[in-house]
């Protein structure tokens, strides 16, 4: 029972328990007169009666500090989804609030943990079982060590340093310590070498770039390639055997804008935002199949962000996908 918490200050309900103490003091004596109750015994019945209407009040101002202490302890066991009863408007009330929205926090970032170490385990497992499986074939004398078998385990072996590397990236751009190092360059450059980086993942796609010569941007170059080649890499994965992927750049007002357009399937109508999310993927089996981890576009939002930009997704007509990234003029660094 909680009969002061519309009140909305721990001051006015501290008031409120003392005058109605008073107020049951005063009552008690006029009663004792009334009943000839000798002088003696209204100080005492008056002190235990104004101390058990307190000890009611106070229980009630309490109790959301007794169950936080209680979903504490339990979330220190590791139960995430303990909620305290946060219906007093007063300080307290606000502090139980503040409890609840902290460990629907802490609930989040638990289940992120779990899905993340669940992910890695998975994307790890892949590539090292298919090292494994050929490296006991040719141990066993199943297969030939011929370049073939080479090859296949240096792409598990790439797609493994690939996969690190990403974790890393992700990992230093959310705790922060990635500051940008940002300059005025020629954006085609940047472009040119993304591309070129890109066709040697993709050499059966057709990339073509549209920049301007003396197109400017003011952004961290290096974290701009990373972006384009994260986009790149993406749309290449995506796109049909002898597919057409495109980037083009230009500049607007304060700005400058880059898309990158495949001719892959598309993203689902829903999906434009958890594209973003850690290891999502709108097609799993395909970009499993493929080696991708679903942690690029992820990156790539980050590196945006850092630089106060934008970037989403958007269909294309008949077929694939656009995204777009705006980079402001000096936006934060």
Not at 11 to 28: D, Q, Y
Not at 36 to 57: C, E, H, T
Request: aromatic content about 4%; glycine content about 8%.
């Amino acid at each position: 029972m909680r009969p002061l918490d519309g009140l909305r200050s721990i001051k006015l309900k501290l008031g409120a328990a003392i005058v109605a103490s008073v107020v049951v003091s005063s009552l008690v004596s006029i009663a004792g007169v009334g009943l000839g109750v000798p002088l003696l015994w209204w100080p005492v019945v008056s002190a235990v009666i104004a101390l058990g209407l307190v000890q009611v009040l106070a229980h009630g101002m309490t109790s959301p500090l007794r169950e936080m202490a209680d979903a504490a302890r339990a979330m220190a066991k590791g139960e995430h989804g303990r909620r305290v009863r946060a219906t007093a408007q007063d300080e307290v009330g606000d502090l139980a609030r503040a409890f609840n929205a902290m460990a629907a926090e802490l609930e989040s970032v638990d289940r992120l943990r779990r899905d993340l170490v669940a992910n890695v385990s998975h994307e790890l497992r892949t590539p090292i079982s298919a090292l494994q499986a050929v490296l006991e074939n040719v141990v066993d004398g199943v297969e030939a060590p011929e370049p073939d078998v080479f090859r296949t385990m240096l792409r598990q072996t790439e797609r493994l340093g690939r996969l690190v590397t990403q974790l890393l990236d992700l990992s230093r751009l959310e705790s922060g310590s990635v500051p940008l190092q940002r300059s005025t360059f020629h954006l085609g450059s940047v472009i040119d070498d993304a591309v070129e980086e890109c066709r040697l993942h993709g050499p059966t796609v057709v990339i073509r770039a549209s920049c301007p010569d003396d197109l400017c941007a003011d952004a961290d170059p290096e974290r701009l390639h990373q972006v384009l080649a994260n986009l790149l890499e993406n749309a290449v994965r995506h796109s049909p055997p002898d597919g057409t992927v495109e980037v083009r750049a230009w500049r607007d007002a304060h700005a400058v804008s880059l898309e990158v357009l495949d001719e892959g399937p598309g993203i689902p109508e829903g999906d434009a935002e958890r594209v973003f999310d850690r290891f999502y993927r709108a097609d799993a089996a395909r970009a499993s199949d493929r080696g991708g981890a679903g942690l690029g576009l992820a990156i790539a939002r980050w590196i945006v962000d850092l630089h106060g930009g934008d970037i989403r997704p958007e269909r294309r007509q008949p077929r694939g996908c656009r995204m777009v990234v705006v980079i402001p003029d000096g936006g934060p660094s």
